[in-house]
Structure formats: structure tokens, C-alpha cells
């Protein structure tokens, strides 16, 4: 089975759980930047989610703790780096804006600056944020700053992130790269 089928399984058996039902599977593909991201919306789901969970449910990345403690963890365990995979998680760092960080998981990539993801509690809601683009703003074209898809304005938000890059759900370090 082709991973992009894996990938939409495992998000509807997430889904699933978290609504007791799946409604259907969403298509990741999303307009390039400046036209629109006209496939991003967001889920209500029966109980408010968590990031951290949904996150790790979807790319089957098995870190357990708040969001800006993944990078750490992850060291040793899984490959990471800076540059996106679909399939990966991006780790954006705790900051004043984020307090616990924030996880969402790579679901199409677009160019080498921007991806779409698939996440949860973005805005602190506890909704499900699908196919959302992420553009890279950083100076050295490294993830290191990033903006995100505001779906209720149909524009990219005015905050600038910081991430600490892309952790690769491969426990076999030498297959992703």
C-alpha cells in the first residue's frame, strides 16, 4: 500500500477515535502559496484534542511529554533534521506566543519553503486543523521560522514561529536520509 494511503488510514483511524466515527478522508493537496489553500479546514471534534496525542497518532512517532520536549527526545531515537518529509512532525519551539510548543505532522510538500499538515489545538481550541499550509520565513531557508495558514482568514497569519525542524517517524536512521 502506497504511504499516502498508510498516511490518510492512520488519520482516519485517529479520527476515528477521537470522534467515534471517520467522516471521510480529506486530500492533502493544497494551493500554492498566494492562491489560496482553498482543501485547509477545521474539524470540531466531540472532545477538544491535544496536539501531542493527535500528533503522535498520526505519524506513529512514539514520544510521550509536551511538544517542545519532542526535539530532545527524539535524539538518538528517531532521525530529525531540517528538512520536511511527508510523514514527518514539525516541532515548533516553546516561545511567548506557544508556551508548550506545538506539533503538526507533514502531509504534502509544495516546495522546499512551504508544506501542508495535518494538527490539533492550533488557536487553543482543541479543533482539528486539516491540510494547513506551513511556509518557511527563516533567513537561512532552514525551518528555523515559520508562518501558519490562518484557514478562518484565508491567509497566511501574521505570527512568526520558531521550530526546531522535522523529526522522521523512520526509527532506521539511515533510511531517511
Not at 504534502?108 to 499550509?133: C, F, K, M, Q, Y
Not at 518557511?136 to 525551518?143: K, L
Not at 484557514?151 to 523529526?167: M, S
Request: aromatic share 10%.
Amino acid at each position: 500500500m502506497p504511504w499516502g494511503r498508510w498516511l490518510a488510514l492512520g488519520f482516519c483511524v485517529a479520527l476515528g477515535l477521537a470522534l467515534g466515527a471517520c467522516g471521510g478522508r480529506s486530500q492533502p493537496h493544497v494551493a500554492v502559496q498566494g492562491q489560496g489553500a482553498s482543501d485547509a479546514k477545521i474539524v470540531q471534534p466531540a472532545s477538544a484534542l491535544q496536539c501531542v496525542p493527535y500528533a503522535r497518532e498520526l505519524s506513529d512517532i512514539q514520544i510521550r511529554g509536551d511538544a517542545w520536549t519532542w526535539w530532545r527526545q527524539a535524539e538518538g531515537r528517531y532521525a530529525k533534521n531540517t528538512i520536511p518529509r511527508v510523514g514527518s512532525v514539525l516541532v515548533l519551539s516553546k516561545s511567548h506566543k506557544i508556551s508548550g510548543g506545538h506539533l503538526a505532522v507533514v502531509t504534502d510538500i509544495l516546495s522546499h519553503r512551504e508544506v501542508v499538515v495535518s494538527h490539533a489545538n492550533w488557536l487553543n481550541r482543541g479543533r482539528i486543523h486539516l491540510n494547513t499550509p506551513v511556509y518557511d520565513i527563516s533567513p537561512g531557508n532552514d525551518w528555523s521560522l515559520v508562518r501558519v495558514w490562518y484557514t478562518p482568514g484565508d491567509t497566511y497569519g501574521a505570527g512568526h514561529y520558531p521550530a526546531h525542524g522535522f523529526i522522521h517517524p523512520s526509527r532506521n536512521l539511515a533510511a531517511v536520509f
